[in-house]
C-alpha cells in the first residue's frame, strides 16, 4: 500500500517554503548594499575563519568548487577577498579577506539577524530555540552525522 504525498504534510515543502521566503528578504537587505546574495555563503563562512583553502572554503559553504572559484573572482575583484600562496602546498591558496571585506561584516550580519528575527517573529524565545534544536537534528541527519 502507497501513501499519498499531501504538499501540506511534506517537511520538505515547508521547509523549502520557509527557506525561499528567508532567502528573498535576505536578498532584498542585501541589494541596498550592492552585495549579491551569492556571496553570502562564501563570506560568512570567511568571517567566521579566514584562511581556509578554497576547497575547505566550498566544504564549509556547501558550495560546490567551481562555484566558489568564480565568486572568489568576484570577490576579489571588488577588492574583499586576496588569495595567498598556502606555504604547505605549491599549488593551493589560503583565502583572506581584506580590511574592506571585514568592515562588510559590520553592515551585513545585523541584516541577516533582523531577517531571521522578521522569520522567527510569530514564535516565542522557546519555539524558536527548539527550532533550531530540531533544525540542527535534522541538517545532522540529512549530512550522515
Known sequence: MSEIFEREKSFGWKVNVVAAHVAKLLEQELAKHDFPKSF???????????????????????IENSTTTRTLD?????????????????????????????????????????????ALSHLEEKEQQELLRLLTKVMDGVAGK
Request: proline share 4%; with cysteine.
Open 74 to 118: 568576484k570577490l576579489e575583484e571588488r577588492g574583499w577577498v586576496e588569495r595567498q600562496a598556502d606555504p604547505n602546498s605549491r599549488r593551493s591558496y589560503r583565502i583572506y579577506l581584506t580590511e574592506e571585506g571585514r568592515k562588510l561584516k559590520g553592515t551585513l550580519q545585523p541584516l541577516a539577524n533582523q531577517v531571521n528575527q522578521k
Open 40 to 62: 553570502w555563503p562564501t563570506m560568512m563562512c570567511l568571517w567566521e575563519q579566514e584562511g581556509m583553502t578554497q576547497r575547505e572554503l566550498s566544504d564549509k559553504s556547501r
